[in-house]
């Protein structure tokens, strides 16, 4: 069995764990609650493709996406960030659902499974 790797390790939460070629990122949330639903879901995928690339993947080998969303009324605005974001044919599989975020400043939350080159 290969060994589990984590990265960015705090005292509650790692960011990265990735085993067996798969990367699972924690909930990603925006650092600017003054944001629109634009801006934050647009800070969130900055983070996301930063953290991919921190374990030698990307946003192309996206496994599986979950979005957590406070307010579905502004789906069109994640949307948007979204659909300018993921590459062409290779849009993952998603769920995305309406959820009391831990902040309530907060208005996406986004977490993603990923393949890792070994």
């Known amino acids: 069995m290969s060994a589990i790797k984590r990265f ?15 990367a ?5 949330v925006p650092t600017d609650a003054g944001k629109d639903i634009v801006g934050q879901t647009q800070e969130v995928l900055a983070a996301i493709d930063d ?5 030698g993947s990307d946003k192309t080998q996206i496994l599986m996406a979950q979005i957590f969303m406070a307010n579905m ?5 994640m ?10 044919g290779n849009a ?9 975020l ?10 993603v499974k990923a393949a890792v080159s070994q």
Do not use: C, M
């Not at 699972?24 to 990603?28: E, F, K, M, N």
């Not at 953290?51 to 374990?55: E, G, N, P, Q, T």
């Not at 009324?73 to 605005?77: K, L, M, V």
């Not at 831990?102 to 977490?111: Q, S």
């Open 8 to 22: 960015k390790v705090g005292q509650r939460l790692s960011e990265v764990a990735v085993h067996n070629g798969v």
């Open 79 to 88: 949307n948007q960030a979204w659909d300018a974001w993921v590459p062409a």
């Open 73 to 77: 009324q502004e789906f069109d605005g």
């Open 24 to 28: 699972y990122l924690a909930g990603q």
């Open 92 to 100: 993952p599989p998603r769920a995305t659902v309406e959820a009391r």
């Open 102 to 111: 831990a902040n309530p400043d907060l208005k996406v939350e986004i977490v």
């Open 51 to 55: 953290l991919l690339a921190s374990v």
